[in-house]
């Protein structure tokens, strides 16, 4: 029997990349998985290759009433919510003199305000069931990278709502952690740069010799540490660096 058997999980950002691989890894371990996205497409394609086990909403998490029509799809799929994996996120990349203050108000939007709403309208699910809420931050907060300002600001200030939010849902036997994952291919790095995903996958195999260990990671990595989290029942207010050891600074060679 699965540590995951029969609890309702819900996964934003769920059409591709880490969200589509920590749907698929949770439910072949037993979970009942909602995933949502702004692509019904992608979500829908997505929680077909997974089974019935996987409930697909399309919807705008920046939206209030899609926040709130996610979270109910999520109860009802579910009957109840066990976990929020707040994944859902966007890339935006720029050199400073040519930062645009709309711009940065949606990466922030996106980033960090809607998976905070999202927090407060899963709260009285979790409270019932003594859940989990994990974020989805970034190395970009231990190794710095020119031109990545705005999306390493809206991972700062994930890691502080993590801790925050922690303290604050502790006492209410809600669990608040977050994952930073390293160099990961998914197609985030192709919205940011508008890359394909041949270049995109270049690039970033191109950073392979400043992790200690020599390569880039894989979806399944990361999925596996967001499944930690969930079962983890005396842990919260961390922040776990799965990144191969790119935050320790090094260049293979």
Request: aromatic content about 6%; some cysteine; charged content about 20%.
């Amino acid at each position: 029997m699965s540590q995951f058997d029969g609890r309702s999980i819900l996964v934003t950002g769920g059409g591709s990349g880490i969200g589509a691989g920590t749907a698929r890894y949770l439910a072949e371990r037993g979970a009942r998985v909602t995933i949502c996205g702004r692509r019904p497409d992608k979500v829908a394609e997505v929680a077909e290759s997974i089974g019935k086990s996987c409930y697909a909403v399309a919807g705008d998490i920046t939206v209030r009433e899609d926040r709130e029509r996610i979270v109910r799809a999520a109860n009802l799929h579910g009957g109840g919510i066990d976990a929020l994996v707040n994944n859902a996120g966007n890339m935006y990349r720029a050199p400073l003199d040519a930062l645009e203050e709309q711009k940065l108000i949606d990466i922030f939007h996106a980033n960090v305000i809607a998976g905070i709403m999202l927090c407060a309208l899963c709260q009285p699910y979790l409270e019932t069931s003594h859940g989990a809420i994990v974020f989805l931050g970034s190395i970009h907060n231990r190794r710095a990278f020119p031109g990545v300002s705005p999306y390493a600001a809206t991972k700062g200030a994930i890691e502080a709502v993590t801790k925050s939010l922690a303290a604050e849902l502790g006492p209410q036997g809600i669990r608040v952690n977050c994952v930073a994952p390293g160099a990961v291919f998914t197609e985030i790095n192709q919205r940011a740069g508008l890359f394909t995903d041949d270049e995109a996958l270049e690039r970033l195999e191109g950073m392979a010799d400043l992790h200690a260990l020599g390569r880039i990671g894989t979806v399944e990595e990361i999925a596996e540490a967001i499944g930690y989290f969930i079962a983890a029942p005396w842990t919260t207010g961390t922040i776990l660096e799965v990144d191969g050891g790119l935050s320790l600074g090094i260049t293979r060679g």
